[in-house]
């Protein structure tokens, strides 16, 4: 089935790990953003890429990295994860315009203690 | 900046009302708007767009017209279901860049 997968399904952290959040389309977008979503604040973007090799920064990028190696996959990484980063997280592929759609993945519900 | 700011939630109607959600937005260009709806548990999914001045996104039974003269897109439907309960996202899209307001909760009763 054509779409976006994340992988953890859900997580509980303890503060100060590293966490890597998956994602991979097979749609072969060439768009890929990750947006945090909380209660009151709506979505926020954190980091996006626009084509594989490049990657920029969003509304919250402090405390997360990226890497887009490849078309297909463009993981999250949080270096020494805080309570603050207590979140859901959606991956999201677009093709390259704006009017384009938005496909948004499943998400992945973080915990950090 | 750009913005989107969307009304305050929850929303709640009896089914067949109904419903308008406000959205206006600020905007240095020419933006592309959208409606999105997210169910419990589950990412965004599209609901409609518009792309430019004076068009009109619609489906499932929900209409929005981009309205420049008022910066302007909200969302109605003639006549709600129960199954449209979900948390609604009105959506401004420039510059390889999204915002997203900050979402409307729809209760709809039988």
């Known amino acids: 089935i054509a779409g976006i997968t994340q992988a953890p399904t859900s997580q509980i952290l303890a503060a100060g790990r590293r966490m890597t959040l998956r994602c991979t389309q097979d749609m072969r977008h060439n768009a890929m953003y990750w947006y945090r979503q909380d209660l009151g604040l709506g979505l926020r973007l954190i980091h996006y890429?626009?084509?594989?090799?490049?990657?920029g920064k969003g509304e919250v990028p402090d405390g997360y990295s990226v890497s887009r190696a490849n078309t297909d996959d463009f993981p999250l990484t949080l270096a020494s994860a805080v309570p603050s980063q207590t979140s859901v997280y959606f991956c999201?592929?677009?093709?390259?315009?704006?009017?384009?759609?938005?496909?948004f993945g499943p998400g992945t519900r973080l915990t950090v203690l | 900046g750009d913005s989107v700011t969307q009304m305050e939630g929850p929303v709640t109607l009896s089914e067949e009302a109904f419903l308008t959600i406000n959205c206006t937005y600020t905007?240095?260009?020419?933006?592309?708007l959208f409606w999105y709806v997210q169910y419990p548990g589950e990412g965004l999914q599209l609901l409609l767009k518009?792309?430019?001045?004076?068009d009109k996104g619609s489906n499932k039974g929900f209409e929005a017209t981009y309205r420049k003269e008022t910066t302007s897109f909200h969302l109605e439907k003639g006549s709600v279901q129960v199954s449209d309960s979900a948390v609604y996202f009105c959506a401004l899209g420039l510059a390889n860049k999204f915002y997203f307001g900050s979402g409307t909760k729809l209760n709809v009763k039988p």
């Open positions: 999201v592929s677009s093709d390259s315009a704006v009017t384009d759609t938005q496909y």
């Open positions: 518009a792309t430019k001045a004076d």
């Open positions: 905007a240095t260009g020419y933006p592309s």
């Open positions: 890429s626009n084509t594989a090799g490049t990657t």
